[in-house]
């Protein structure tokens, strides 16, 4: 992991990249913005009562210098913020409900994103995914030319490092999502010098197996090399033949991915929420995520089982995606 992350911290070190950290009163996020302000790689806010975030932090060690912190209950600039919201929403929310939605602290948080009060977002460590990203779908949406957000995990283990789509955010991705979900995460490796070699994952190779879903995976195939042909793309494959050059020379001869796939696109929430959960558990991968591709603007997520480590390298891989 080490020169992996030490070329991302170097990008976004001292350049006053300001993430938000909604869960001002978590220990572990608490920890994380301590360091990230000390060693002034990000300028962390947390969200909160102040008061009540400075004596927990000073419990625990924390001095929190540097470290803003904003409260949705007294924030000068909640009527602008409360009339962006409405604004945005287009109908979907009037003025008295959107003030009650901004106490909540990843509603507020987000929406110091997308009034750029702050450069991107980090939640996760106390709110289920759903909580914490509905939000950013809401109100960030995805750029132009993206239908679907998704999310990667970054998978790491010594000298090794893969990336794991989708474990985080589409249950049911259609071909057309799949084929998407391939072509963002592409962008997501190389933020991390991973040159991308894209299998898209089944429990077929080639057509040794046909049903609806492996289907889905050979269309997706399709639609991803006619989108983005410059990319090294293939499929459908079981995760034997896409890892290992001898089970690709007889399940898969002649295809541009020959065991050496590194980049892995799960044909269902199930398959790679439950993938990346077995590698970094059973495989003692580092999971680095989910990492959400496809936003106009940063915002990630944390597992609930995260420690302040993961905080603190999240921070800074989305301070990169800020960049
Ligand atoms: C992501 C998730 C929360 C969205 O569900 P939801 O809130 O019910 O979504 P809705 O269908 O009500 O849509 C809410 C908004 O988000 C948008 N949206 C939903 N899914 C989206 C996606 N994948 N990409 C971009 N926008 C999306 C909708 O267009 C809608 O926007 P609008 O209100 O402006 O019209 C849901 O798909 C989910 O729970 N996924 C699994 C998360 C999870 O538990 N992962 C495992 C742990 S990491
Ligand atoms: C990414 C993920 O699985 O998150 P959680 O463990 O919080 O559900």
Known sequence: MSNLFESVKQKVTGKNIKIVLPEGMDERILEAADRLAKENVVNPILVGNETA?????GQLGFALEGVEILDPNTYTEMDALVASFVERRKGKATEEQARKILLDENYFGTMLVYTNKADGLVSGAAHSTADTVRPALQIIKTKPGVSKTSGVFIMVRGEEKYVFADCA???????????EIAIESAKTAQLFDIEPKIAMLSFSTKGSAKSPETEKVAEAVKIAKEQAPELTLDGEFQFDAAFVPSVAKSKAPGSVIQGD????????????NIGYKIAQRLGNFEAIGPVLQGLNMPVNDLSRGCNSEDVYKLSIITAAQAL
């Open 53 to 57: 975030i400075k004596e927990k932090a």
């Open 169 to 179: 955010i589409n249950i049911a991705p259609t071909s057309q999502d799949l084929a």
């Open 261 to 272: 796939a590194n980049t892995f696109v799960f044909p269902s929430l199930e398959a790679g």
